[in-house]
């Protein structure tokens, strides 16, 4: 009797183990979370197959509800509710194509990693071990993309020991060279410890002082520098003209996060501005759900909440190149970013506003993710987040 209840509560431990280290923050241990479908692939009983995928997503998605406490100012129950959502369309997703039957099991797996990678599973769709194919297959491109998939497909199979021995090889190999990804030439992004205050004070004295930051940051032949999400707050036509005319004495165009405000609700947008104007650069394609996208408001015929554009926009002309924008949720998961690769952007510019993930993994999860597929397609990346 004990041995039919240590082999499910093994496993279980095992995918929460799993879920932790995987999805610490450190892109070197990405391939670990490779661990969970094989652990999927190996229970008995549908019951523990779901129990073993929640492990693995709660663990992976721990610092949600100490997050969403933060940012709502409130106790953790909120967060936790959320928390428990969130992993429901993972669980159920990976419970309901969960088999028994070996031969179809790889189809099964793999019908499961692309639901949970696009809408509307994918909008939740976190801690998707895919993530792992820029660290096994650096500069590989769709061909690692490709490579990945097949692995993924044999790891729940059979001869998973026979795929795990040769991903650990490419792990260890590629954990040797690894340098991380350069910055585009001529650009540089600026990291800001501003606290939740970033995009809330919008006093001149503030604007002034990112002014004079930028400025500092424009040297040595900088000529676009990119400031974390939110960055100039409400984008109005005041705030235009100011940043406009502080760009009269420098070359450099500054790409920062702004809100987009008007009665039906906002967009999170990047904006670009240099001595001659100033444009939205870029639309948020996927919001965080909840907090900022709220579709159930237009149900009721309610206004408020960040729209989501979903597959626009997803790359951007900045000067004679082409970049891959990513706002802070759409770096956790995985369409955005394999729809940007598909036009073979130039770069990418990844920013976030991080100051509700205090004491928690998930801006280096962000960090993590974003710089684990621009090493898959050879992409130079440009970082600026606010803590």
Request: hydrophobic share 50%; charged share 15%.
């Amino acid at each position: 009797m004990c041995r039919d209840y240590l082999r499910p509560a093994l496993l279980i431990f095992a995918s929460i183990a799993i879920g932790v280290v995987g999805w610490s923050g450190h892109v070197l241990l990405l391939p670990v979370a490779l661990g969970f479908p094989v652990l999927w692939s190996i229970a008995r009983t549908r019951s523990v197959a779901a129990l073993v995928s929640a492990g693995y997503f709660l663990a992976a998605s721990r610092g949600l509800p100490q997050g969403v406490a933060a940012f709502y100012s409130s106790d953790i129950w909120p967060g936790l509710l959320l928390w428990l959502c969130a992993s429901l369309s993972f669980v159920v997703v990976h419970a309901v194509l969960w088999t028994k039957n070996t031969r179809v099991r790889p189809s099964r797996y793999l019908l499961a990693a692309v639901v949970m990678a696009i809408p509307p599973f994918g909008i939740t769709g976190w801690a998707h071990p895919v993530t792992a194919a820029g660290v096994l297959f650096p500069g590989w491109g769709w061909w690692g993309l490709g490579l990945m998939t097949a692995g993924l497909a044999g790891l729940v199979t059979r001869i998973w020991p026979a795929v795990a021995i040769a991903f650990a090889g490419l792990w260890l190999w590629s954990a040797a060279i690894w340098t991380g990804p350069k910055l585009p030439e001529g650009w540089q992004g600026v990291d800001l410890e501003l606290g939740a205050s970033l995009g809330r004070e919008a006093g001149l004295q503030r604007h002034r002082d990112m002014i004079a930051t930028v400025r500092g940051a424009a040297g040595d032949g900088t000529r676009y520098v990119v400031l974390p999400e939110t960055a100039l707050g409400f984008w109005t036509p005041t705030v235009a003209r100011l940043w406009m005319s502080a760009s009269g004495d420098t070359d450099a165009t500054v790409i920062a996060g702004a809100t987009v405000l008007d009665a039906k609700g906002y967009d999170n947008v990047l904006v670009a501005i240099d001595r001659k104007g100033g444009r939205i650069l870029y639309r948020e394609r996927m919001p965080v759900p909840g907090s900022m996208w709220q579709p159930w408001r237009s149900w009721f015929r309610e206004s408020g909440g960040a729209r989501a554009d979903f597959f626009a926009n997803p790359i951007v002309p900045i000067g004679a190149g082409r970049a891959a924008p990513l706002i802070c949720y759409e770096q956790l998961i995985v369409w955005p970013v394999l729809q940007s690769m598909l036009h073979n952007p130039d770069f990418v510019v990844s920013v976030g506003n991080g100051w509700w993930t205090e004491g928690t993994s998930i801006v280096s999860i962000q960090r993590a993710a974003t710089t684990a597929w621009t090493e898959l397609f050879a992409k130079p990346l440009v970082i600026a987040f606010n803590t």
